[in-house]
């Protein structure tokens, strides 16, 4: 849990300001973590302000668009940095071709299992560094860390790369998510230490 003590930075000039670098990787979440029998049934939705609303399968996620790796810093609201995590996934400017957004979508809702979501502006969802990860260091994710598909946007704090995505939704106006209306920020940039709604 974060409580405001000043901490000195990171040689490294990677971490922003009162975080601890880990080696770990914690798990934390609300509610269940979902298994899935059967992994076919699974698909991510993509729909609101786009002229081709799609259904995408995990197969086609995997095999019908160009695969990347990326490996990143990742910094969570409670207070861990984690360095140089690898992912492998699809980008999101790569899984949004021929659905074309129309031109009045400003944010992004996505949508996780049991009602979760999270909110984020356009731009931070198709920035070049953000991923929709099936695969964590050439594995795929184990169900604790969000497996069939995440979120990864490594720029925002970590609760903005949403786990056990379905739904990816564009809207012109900005709606809270599941930790917004719980006090978080809307935008929770962690080098200006956007943690809470008035930070």
Known sequence: MYFGKQKKPH?????PPNQNVTTAFPVLH??????????????????????HPKLFTLKEIKEDFPQSE????IHCVTGWSKLDVCWQGVKTADLLEGVHV??????????????????LSIDDFMRETTLLAHSYNHEPLTPEHGYPLRAVIPHLYFWKSAKWIRGIQF??????????????????NPWLEQRYRFD
């Open 11 to 15: 040689p490294s000039g990677r971490v």
């Open 102 to 119: 129309q031109s009045q979508a400003k944010y992004v809702i996505i949508h996780a299992e049991e009602g979760w979501t999270t909110n």
């Open 171 to 188: 809207t012109q106006h900005n709606h809270p998510g599941f930790w917004e209306r719980n006090g978080y920020h809307m935008e929770g």
């Open 30 to 51: 609300t509610g269940n973590v979902p298994y899935y029998e059967d992994i076919s049934k699974w698909n991510l939705q993509i729909y609101g302000l786009v002229d």
């Open 70 to 73: 990326l490996i990143n810093d």
